[in-house]
């Protein structure tokens, strides 16, 4: 079936970096763009980045610019978000989804990650 | 950016009854405006997209509707497993994401 499988996150010290991975299975990952969403303790839902479904652009808000990196392997099927110079404010569960486009024009996100957590603190 | 200004924050209900959720845009999306539903400890899920179209698999007591600014999450005949929170989230800039802050509907 189609499934996004996570991996990666803990504790990490401020500063420090991290690497979360997403494994997709039940579907061609290469057709797909992907994105990472993040979920702080007690908020809503935050966008942290996106990648086209062959690498070739990647977009990020302000908020985590030069910062995180998202990348994929697809000939591993793999989502990866690269998480650097970490914050306090960056703990968070970190979500994956699959970008689907619906008659052409209208994107969602259909298909979800079960989360990953990741806590900085010293 | 876009702004999504989500209503109420929190609401309170009863099995069976009707739940009105609504999301403000801070320009016209034409009908780019999906809707998620959260439970605790889970993933989002997909509900509506494109404004209005159900999900394959979403019960047809969900149902949303709107364009251009305003936009409406109903739930007709409420179940106990429709207690969560839900998102709206433009996609007018793809693929620039924006959510609402959520509501959560809790028991009266």
């Known amino acids: 079936q189609v499934q996004l499988v996570q991996s990666g996150g803990g504790v990490v010290q401020p500063g420090g970096s991290v690497r979360l991975s997403c494994a997709a299975s039940?579907?061609?990952?290469?057709?797909?763009?992907m994105h990472w969403v993040r979920q702080a303790p007690g908020r809503g839902l935050e966008w942290v980045a996106f990648?086209?479904?062959?690498?070739?652009?990647?977009f990020y808000p302000d908020s985590v610019k030069g910062r995180f990196a998202v990348s994929r392997d697809n000939s591993k099927t793999t989502l990866y978000l690269h998480l650097n110079d970490l914050r306090p404010e960056d703990t968070a569960i970190y979500y994956c989804?699959?970008?689907?486009?619906?008659?052409?024009?209208?994107?969602?996100?259909?298909?979800w990650g079960e989360g990953t957590t990741v806590t900085v603190s010293s | 950016d876009i702004q999504m200004t989500q209503s109420p924050t929190s609401l309170s209900a009863s099995v069976g009854d009707r739940v009105t959720i609504t999301c403000r845009a801070s320009?016209?999306?034409?009908?780019?405006l999906n809707w998620y539903q959260q439970k605790p400890g889970k993933a989002p899920k997909l509900l509506i997209y494109?404004?209005?179209s159900l999900q394959s698999g979403v019960p047809s007591r969900f149902s949303g509707s709107g364009s251009g600014t305003d936009f409406t999450l109903t739930i007709n005949n409420l179940q106990p497993e429709d207690f969560a929170t839900y998102y709206c989230q433009v996609s007018y800039r793809v693929p620039l994401v924006t959510f609402g802050g959520g509501t959560k509907v809790e028991v009266k």
């Open positions: 990648i086209r479904y062959d690498g070739s652009d990647k």
């Open positions: 989804a699959r970008y689907k486009v619906e008659n052409s024009y209208y994107y969602c996100m259909d298909v």
């Open positions: 039940g579907f061609t990952f290469s057709n797909f763009g």
């Open positions: 494109a404004a209005s």
């Open positions: 320009q016209r999306i034409d009908i780019y």
